[in-house]
T-cell receptor, first 114, second 116 residues
Framework: GENVEQHPSTLSVQEGDSAVIKCTYSDSASNYFPWYKQELGKRPQLIIDIRSNVGEKKDQRIAVTLNKTAKHFSLHITETQPEDSAVYFCAAINRNSGNTPLVFGKGTRLSVIA | DSGVTQTPKHLITATGQRVTLRCSPRSGDLSVYWYQQSLDQGLQFLIQYYNGEERAKGNILERFSAQQFPDLHSELNLSSLELGDSALYFC???????????????FGPGTRLTVL
């Protein structure tokens, strides 16, 4: 089955700097890659997602890139702000398979230092 | 607000007891997923239901069971509780079970279970 590895597990950046979180997946049939942000004690919230027919997607300060050949995808946050501090989870799924759920990475705790 | 509701918000109980967690999916969503998140841990997928039927199973213990009712709400039953079952339990819902352009999972606020 699918296996998703996420790095780093913790990341500290200065306010205004960029943050990059990387994930690799094992199933080459995976075709949907969402990213969730979870603030302390709150629910995971979808912040951006990408499908396998797209190499990059941007939404304001957040972007996700996908390299299907290398089977990895990354989250890029530019001009970080203290409110970006949270745990970020990547996930992967083969949406054509029907019976397999989203597989999550173990999360990255991002701290933005003011 | 994702539109997914979960009750109760907090639950404190003793070892050996049984509890039921409830989830109502977003209006129109047919799939419900249950996840367990222990302290500083990732999201462990437990089980998925689609339109009343079990669709996928993850690392769900035999002491745990779930069901989805005709009105699409779901319940997760945890029995013979152990200290290690203390965790946040999230429910998520999505529109469909299989490939679709809108099959995004939306999470509920979670139920924090504390087993003493």
């Amino acid at each position: 089955g699918e296996n998703v590895e996420q790095h780093p597990s913790t990341l500290s950046v200065q306010e205004g700097d960029s943050a990059v979180i990387k994930c690799t997946y094992s199933d080459s049939a995976s075709n949907y890659f969402p990213w969730y942000k979870q603030e302390l004690g709150k629910r995971p919230q979808l912040i951006i997602d990408i499908r396998s027919n797209v190499g990059e997607k941007k939404d304001q300060r957040i972007a996700v890139t996908l390299n299907k050949t290398a089977k990895h995808f990354s989250l890029h946050i530019t001009e970080t702000q203290p409110e970006d501090s949270a745990v970020y989870f990547c996930a992967a799924i083969n949406r054509n398979s029907g019976n397999t759920p989203l597989v999550f990475g173990k999360g990255t705790r991002l701290s933005v230092i003011a | 607000d994702s539109g997914v509701t979960q009750t109760p918000k907090h639950l404190i109980t003793a070892t050996g007891q049984r509890v039921t967690l409830r989830c109502s999916p977003r209006s129109g969503d047919l799939s419900v997923y249950w996840y367990q998140q222990s302290l500083d841990q990732g999201l462990q997928f437990l089980i998925q239901y689609y339109n009343g039927e079990e669709r996928a199973k993850g690392n769900i213990l035999e002491r745990f069971s779930a069901q989805q009712f005709p009105d699409l709400h779901s319940e997760l039953n945890l029995s013979s509780l152990e200290l290690g079952d203390s965790a946040l339990y999230f429910c998520a819902s999505s529109a469909l079970s299989t490939a679709t352009s809108t099959d995004t999972q939306y999470f509920g606020p979670g139920t924090r279970l504390t087993v003493l």
